[in-house]
Nanobody, 125 residues
């Protein structure tokens, strides 16, 4: 059974940093993109960042470029998301997800098959 578990969320002041982590179990996703999405109350789920494990290719949403960094931790089999210079508009539930097709990164949530339960990130002004 595939399971994705997010961790690392919390409350932080604007300008601060947080590091989220996505741990996958149940199968390997070497050639598939693992992505981070976020969803604020009353808004649609938004693409944040993604990485393809095997090649290291990455992609970022426009609103987080230059502030967030997605990577892979081979030793822990996790996908961390380092978030710096946080803003109140970064507040939301952050989810990790795995794409339905190999070697592909897209920004549409419907194209991702597996999802975690999410972790709350709150940035105060």
């Amino acid at each position: 059974q595939v399971q994705l578990v997010e961790s690392g969320g919390g409350l932080v002041q604007a300008g601060g940093s947080l590091r989220l982590s996505c741990a996958a179990s149940g199968r390997t996703f070497d050639n598939y993109a693992t992505a981070w999405f976020r969803q604020a109350p009353g808004k649609e789920r938004e693409f944040v960042a993604a990485i393809i494990w095997s090649g290291g290719n990455t992609a970022y949403g426009d609103s987080v470029k230059g502030r967030f960094t997605v990577s892979r931790d081979n030793a822990k089999n996790t996908v961390p998301l380092q978030m710096n210079s946080l803003k109140p508009e970064d507040t939301g539930v952050y989810y990790c997800a795995v794409h339905s097709r190999p070697y592909t990164i897209t920004q549409r949530a419907v194209e991702y098959d597996y999802w975690g339960q999410g972790t709350q990130v709150t940035v105060s002004s």
